[in-house]
């Protein structure tokens, strides 16, 4: 059942994170490295302004890029072939894209266009050939003495227009999508008030899995979450949901409370929508294991590795601080835990035991974290 203790200690470290997420600013002096092959790294934004590069064999940064795009909200993507990473700045305002080996800027574009401002959440992707940059983002046109709400978009970039880029297609989406990722086959898949299907070529729009009065008989409507852009190198995107269940036969007794969630592999287009656990420790990210798609991890002031077709908790550890983002190693052999302050820590995901932490040099707030393996 719901532990409102654990909420209520939740609710104050992520205050505290907060007041902590202008902490160090020490950088790194950016260096020409070079990825090698059969690695795994990990891409990460810090404050005030950085793309970290982070080796994880030796579990060090060796890289650390200064954007032109103010921090936050921290979104943050890879090209295909993990050699730009594309991050969503200026407080939500704009999309620059680096060399994650040079530091070389290759792209720009403002999504705040004249008087109309426009703000995105965790709204970027990359298309499956890597030519093209995805975002959807809300618009507000900004008169003298009113604000005028505008409708939400979808813009497509092409990647070789470089510093200056312009939208080359854009149409209507519905309101309340926060995150977008890209399937293997060019699909887009969008979360929000319900997962969406995105065509970018054509613009249609469906609903593939509802998240809002979804009509499931003896559940409550959903509350769902999706806005820590994590799992595209992974090939998933994830939103958590809780849900009430009543039991009809015993109407004296409070609905129970569960946690679910609503996920596509973006390698098949297969959507699962479940609930896993009771409500017993509130998370920011949930992901499943690459190895083992019947195994979740999920994160905030603890990391629960879940048990989904069980529903059972098969173990809980708490952090040492809170952590608003979980991602898996590509084997599924390693979990690391990052945003909230500047270090990320490593747990075995088979037992949940700490290996060890990787101190960057500013923290990260609510910036997403990518791992990838190199071919």
């Not at 090698?36 to 030796?58: G, M, W």
């Not at 890289?63 to 939500?92: Q, R």
């Not at 959903?222 to 595209?232: E, F, K, R, V």
């Not at 949940?352 to 791992?371: F, H, N, P, R, W």
Request: aromatic letters at 8%.
């Amino acid at each position: 059942m719901l532990n409102k203790k654990i909420i209520k200690n939740s609710l104050g470290l992520l205050t505290f994170s907060l007041v902590l997420s202008s902490s160090i600013t020490t950088n790194l002096n950016a260096a020409n490295v070079k990825l090698e092959s059969d690695h795994d790294y990990l891409v990460a934004e810090t404050r005030p302004n950085n793309i970290v590069l982070v080796d994880l064999k030796s579990n060090k940064v060796i890289n650390e890029c200064k954007t032109d795009e103010s921090f936050s909200p921290g979104g943050i993507v890879l090209s295909p072939d993990y050699k730009i990473a594309y991050v969503l700045g200026g407080y939500g305002e704009e999309i620059g894209g680096y060399e994650v080996e040079t530091c070389k800027k290759v792209f720009h574009t403002s999504l705040t266009q004249g008087n109309v401002r426009a703000k995105s959440l965790s709204g970027i992707a990359v298309n499956e050939d890597g030519k093209q940059v995805y975002a959807i983002y809300n618009r507000t046109e900004m008169g003298n003495d009113t604000y005028t709400v505008l409708d939400s978009m979808f813009s497509v970039y092409n990647v070789a227009d470089g510093l200056d880029a312009k939208a080359v297609k854009s149409f209507k989406i519905p309101r309340q999508m926060t995150m977008i990722s890209t399937a293997t086959d060019g699909t887009v898949f969008g979360a929000g008030s319900h997962l969406y299907e995105i065509n970018p070529k054509t613009g249609d729009i469906k609903i593939a899995k509802k998240m809002r009065d979804w009509g499931k008989e003896g559940y409550s409507n959903p509350d769902s979450s999706a806005t820590y852009l994590i799992g595209q190198q992974q090939g998933e995107l994830t939103a958590l949901y809780t849900t009430e269940k009543k039991d009809e036969t015993k109407p004296e007794e409070e609905p129970i409370l569960y946690w679910g969630i609503t996920s596509v592999d973006l390698k098949t287009k297969a959507i699962t929508q479940v609930e896993f656990t009771e409500y017993e420790t509130l998370m920011f990210t949930a992901i499943r294991s690459p190895k083992d798609p019947n195994i979740l991890y999920g994160t905030l002031n603890d990391l629960t590795k879940f048990d989904i077709k069980e529903q059972k908790v098969l173990k809980r550890v708490l952090n040492d601080h809170t952590y608003y983002s979980v991602v898996p190693s590509a084997d599924g052999e390693k979990l690391y835990l990052g945003g909230c302050l500047n270090d990320i820590a490593i747990y075995d995901a088979n037992t949940l035991e700490k290996l060890g932490k990787i101190y960057l040099s500013g923290d990260m707030g609510s910036a997403a974290l990518q791992v990838f393996h190199t071919k």
